[in-house]
C-alpha cells in the first residue's frame, strides 16, 4: 500500500502481547532483579485491589491468623479474589513475564 504522493506506508500489526522485551530491560533486569513498569494500574484497578487485599487481611485478623505485631503470612493468595489472579495475565505486564520466563509459566507459591 502506498500514500497518494507514492511514497510507501508500513501497516503494523496490532500488538499480541507476545512482542519480545527489549535487550536493554532484559539487562536491566538481570543486573538488578526487577524492572519498574509505571502507569500499569490505573488508580481505579489500585484502589479495588487495596480494598481486597483490606478485605483478606480484615479476614484473616479477625480468625486470629496475623501474627503479635500485626503481619499476615499469607500462603494461597491468588485465590482470594480475580483482581489477584488477574494481575499474572495483566496485558501491560505479561510481555515482560513470558519475555523473562518463556513460555511455560505457573503459578506454584504464592505470598
Known sequence: MSTQTGTPTVEHPAPTG???IGEAERK???EQ???LLPGV???EHRQRLEEQVDRVYAKERSAGR??????LHLLGF???HDLFA????HPATFPYVWGLLGWNIYSHHNH
Not at 496475623?66 to 503481619?71: A, K, L, P, V, Y
Open 66 to 71: 496475623t501474627r503479635r505485631d500485626g503481619t
Open 28 to 30: 536491566t533486569f538481570f
Open 86 to 89: 488477574d494481575l499474572l495475565t
Open 33 to 35: 532483579g526487577y524492572l
Open 78 to 80: 491468588l485465590t482470594r
Open 41 to 43: 494500574l490505573t488508580e
Open 18 to 20: 507476545y512482542e519480545p
